[in-house]
């Protein structure tokens, strides 16, 4: 059993940067591709990027544009969402996800995700 908590969500102008953390526990996350999700109100949850579980491999939604990054650290257990350039409709709930995984590839569909966070909210105003 895998535990993931998101924290570093909070209220940001349309410009600012945001940081999210997923910690895991329970169970070591090198052998799971990790994903961010979100989730606005009325909306579908979207994948927002992925990681594999060697960090060899990364996926990024169309919207992202090159303004977020995903890493993690295997050794802290910790999957990270550095996000900048943060625009009114990135406001959303922000999910980590984990999905186990042998091989170092990502993988991008919620069916895919076995462990989810409880989420975070980012909300950007303009």
């Known amino acids: 059993q895998v535990q993931l908590v998101e924290s570093g969500g909070q209220s940001v102008q349309a410009g600012g940067s945001l940081r999210l953390s997923c910690a895991g526990s329970g169970r070591t996350l090198n052998t799971y591709s990790m994903a961010w999700f979100r989730q606005a109100p009325g909306k579908e949850r979207e994948i927002v990027a992925a990681?594999?579980?060697?960090?060899?491999?990364?996926h990024y939604g169309d919207f992202v544009k090159g303004r977020f990054t995903i890493s993690r650290d295997n050794a802290k257990n910790t999957v990270y969402l550095q996000m900048n350039n943060l625009e009114p409709e990135d406001t959303a709930v922000y999910y980590c996800a984990a999905g186990h995984m042998a091989l170092d590839v990502v993988l991008t569909r919620p069916s895919n995700y076995e462990y989810w966070g409880q989420g975070t909210q980012v909300t950007v105003s303009s």
């Open positions: 990681i594999s579980r060697g960090g060899g491999e990364t």
